[in-house]
């Protein structure tokens, strides 16, 4: 299976020319899932720790206004995440998107930060801590939305579930790009799935300072592929049978 991760910078115009790129790229390459950075279709408003109303359905518009434009990547899978309204509660939603069904949630950011430039437990509330997978075809996906991969006992659960994938859609600082590629790599190793994450990067010039670099990780903890601001989108076969075979092996067949 041919997946694709990427980075997209955040002022309109660097997002649009980001966005074409990409898209031009995921038909050259005929990749098959695309993994998008975390609310990629907005600047960062979570470095305001003062909630703003105004901003936040601003926010959620734009992500709703850019579902239309997911058909560009079809037929590749998309997954990826977006603020929504759901009743009196906002959320931080992964979402994966086919050209059959269109976008269907698969997990509600959990783990929220808050603290200067990442004020996300300020902004919108978590959610209920289930790390369901969903079946996609042949392919089995679990959710870790950026903050989420730290808490490595749901990778092992959603290794345990028989996933394929790990997608981890991110909004992540340049200084700690390396520490993150570190989480991905666990993640991968304790869940014997592949590892994907895609990351928003700061346009020049502008507030927050949002670090790129997404990755494809093996289910050994091997580095496939990595963005840069030079490549900003990679794609990587991956064998899901390779992940398959992963969780009979050291150290997803110890018991607990």
């Not at 009196?88 to 603290?115: T, V």
Request: with cysteine; proline share 6%; glycine share 8%.
């Amino acid at each position: 299976m041919k997946v694709t991760v990427c980075e997209l910078r955040e002022s309109p115009q660097d997002l649009e020319r980001d966005w074409e790129r990409l898209v031009a790229h995921v038909k050259a390459t005929a990749s098959e899932l695309v993994v998008l950075p975390e609310m990629p279709f907005y600047p960062w408003f979570a470095l305001k720790r003062e909630f703003d109303p105004a901003v936040w359905q601003a926010a959620v518009q734009a992500h709703e206004a850019w579902q239309s434009r997911l058909r560009e990547l079809s037929p590749a899978i998309v997954l990826g995440a977006r603020p929504i309204n759901a009743g009196e509660k906002r959320l931080n939603e992964g979402f994966a998107w086919d050209q059959a069904s269109g976008a269907r949630a698969a997990h509600i950011k959990h783990y929220l930060p808050d603290e200067p430039g990442f004020w996300e437990a300020s902004w919108y509330q978590p959610g209920d801590g289930r790390f369901t997978p969903i079946q996609l075809g042949a392919v089995k996906i679990g959710f870790q939305i950026c903050t989420d991969l730290w808490f490595f006992q749901h990778a092992r659960t959603c290794g345990q579930a028989g996933v394929h994938i790990i997608a981890t859609p991110r909004a992540s600082e340049k200084a700690t790009v390396e520490r993150w590629l570190l989480g991905g790599r666990v993640a991968a190793i304790v869940s014997g799935a592949y590892s994907l994450s895609s990351n928003r990067a700061s346009s020049e010039g502008w507030a927050a300072s949002l670090g790129g670099q997404g990755w494809v990780i093996a289910p050994d903890g091997q580095v496939l592929g990595l963005t840069s601001r030079e490549q900003p989108c990679v794609t990587v076969e991956i064998d899901l049978q390779e992940a398959e075979r992963a969780k009979q092996t050291y150290p997803r067949y110890v018991l607990e």
